[in-house]
C-alpha cells in the first residue's frame, strides 16, 4: 500500500526483455535506505518486488500483465521514474490510499499554465472515468492527485483534468511530460469497493426502502 507522494526521481539502468516480460534495474538513492529483498516500491505508480538491491539501486521484474496495464513496458535507459516504498503502520496518510495496481493507462491531451499552477487534461477510458467525481482522488504515474474536472464521452471514455503546483512538477515526472505522453492511472480504490458493495446488493434484490431503513440510514 502507498500514498502517492513520491519519494524521489529513480533512474533506468537498464531494461531487461523477456519474452512477455522484463526486468528492471533502477538507480536510486534515498529509497534504498531500509530496503529489504521482497519489499515492494512503486515505480511510476506500479507496485513491484524488489529482487536484488544496493546502495546505488535495485531491480524488479516485471510481468506479462503489468506490461499490459501500464507504460513500464515503454521504458527505457536513462528515463527518470517516480518512486515510493511502501508505507508503514503509524505513518502520515499525506496523498491517499494507492495500492499499486494500475487500471489502465492514460494520453496527456494538453497542459497549460494557469498562474503558478500547470493544469492537465488526461484522455483516459471509461474504466478510469467511471470512478472519477470531481475533487476526488486519482493516481497518475503514481501521484497522489485531486481531479478538478471531468468531461465523459456518450460512447466511453473521456478526460479528465488535475492541477499541480510547482512543488509537485520538479518532484515528480509529471515536470516534464508533454502532450502525447503515456500516464499509469490508479482509480480510488473506495470507488471500485462501493461499486462493488451495490453490485452485490443490486444481485441480492437491490437498494430499497428496507434496506435502508435496516442498516439505520433512514
Known sequence: MFTGIIEEFGTV???GKGRNSATLEIGAEKITEGLNLGDSVAVNGVCLTVVTFDASGFTAEVMAETLKKSNLGKLKSGDRVNLERA????DRLGGHLVAGHVDATGIIKSAAREDIATVFTIDAPQEILRYIINKGSIAIDGISLT?????S???????????IIPHTASMTTLGFKKPGDTVNLEADMLAKFVERLLGSRAEA??????????????
Open 13 to 15: 539502468k537498464s531494461v
Open 87 to 90: 508505507m508503514r503502520l503509524g
Open 147 to 151: 481531479v478538478v474536472d471531468y468531461d
Open 153 to 163: 464521452r456518450p460512447t466511453g471514455g473521456g478526460s479528465f483534468r488535475v492541477s
Open 205 to 218: 434484490g437491490g437498494i430499497d426502502k428496507q434496506f435502508l431503513a435496516r442498516n439505520g440510514f433512514i
